[in-house]
């Protein structure tokens, strides 16, 4: 699976977008590149995927590079409720066979008034 | 509304005493599964069940059973529950489209075990 590099920490202000990267140097070309999030004590929530078009759906936008190495996560008006642990993950698929979501180290976003 | 529910939220047991966490899905989905969370360690999935009565284990399994007798209701079962499974738990469900699950993983709002 293709190794992805993400800040382990980003702040934003209420109200502002918040653009979270990710480096995966390594992708291969049947891999996708998925997004989850994971707020304090909650289930892990799916955001978004993308394989190399740039994709948008309510929660979020993604932005993939055309070498497709690194990918943006955009959350275009970022609420308090944002605060939380973004994952990006690159695989055929995000789960294993026995379908496991496979999450690396992800970035804390806390999104501030 | 389309939702994973698990009871209970919280609870805290005592070594040895058996318990049962539940879990229901309301979207009819065939492939079910248990996590537990710690700290440092990330999600580590216990067991999954891909439709009724069909369950395999997880990378954590030893000291758990579940049961899949019905689409709906995947129960996670503690015989004999140690201090070493005191852990915050999560039950997920996923869609099945054209014979392929989807990728969006559906998960209940989680169970914070803790075993004296």
């Known amino acids: 699976d293709a190794k992805t590099t993400q800040p382990p920490s980003m702040d934003c202000a209420e109200g502002r977008a918040a653009n979270l990267p990710c480096n995966h140097s390594?992708?291969?070309?049947?891999?996708?590149v998925y997004w989850y999030r994971q707020i304090h004590s909650q289930g892990p929530q799916y955001i978004i995927h993308?394989?190399?078009n740039n994709e948008t759906n309510e929660m979020a936008s993604l932005i993939i590079t055309e070498d497709r190495k690194s990918s943006t996560l955009i959350l275009p008006h970022a609420t308090l409720r944002d605060t939380a642990v973004y994952y990006c993950?690159?695989?055929?698929?995000?789960?294993?066979?026995?379908?496991?979501?496979?999450f690396g180290q992800g970035t804390e976003l806390s999104v501030k008034p | 509304e389309a939702q994973v529910t698990q009871n209970p939220r919280y609870l805290i047991t005592v070594t040895g005493k058996k318990l049962t966490v539940t879990c229901s899905q309301n979207?009819?989905?065939?492939?079910m599964s248990w996590y537990r969370q710690d700290p440092g360690l990330g999600l580590r999935q216990i067991y999954y069940?891909?439709?009724?009565?069909?369950?395999d284990k997880g990378d954590v399994p030893e000291g758990y059973k579940v049961s899949r007798k019905e689409k709906r209701n995947f129960p996670l079962i503690l015989e004999s529950p140690s201090p070493n499974q005191t852990s915050l738990y999560f039950c997920?469900?996923?869609?099945?489209?054209?014979?392929?699950?989807?990728?969006?993983?559906?998960f209940g709002p989680g169970t914070r075990l803790t075993v004296l």
């Open positions: 979207m009819n989905h065939e492939y």
């Open positions: 069940s891909m439709n009724v009565e069909v369950t």
């Open positions: 390594t992708i291969s070309g049947n891999e996708y």
């Open positions: 993950i690159v695989r055929r698929s995000a789960y294993n066979q026995g379908g496991k979501l496979i």
């Open positions: 997920a469900s996923r869609a099945r489209l054209a014979g392929e699950l989807t990728d969006t993983q559906y």
């Open positions: 993308g394989l190399k």
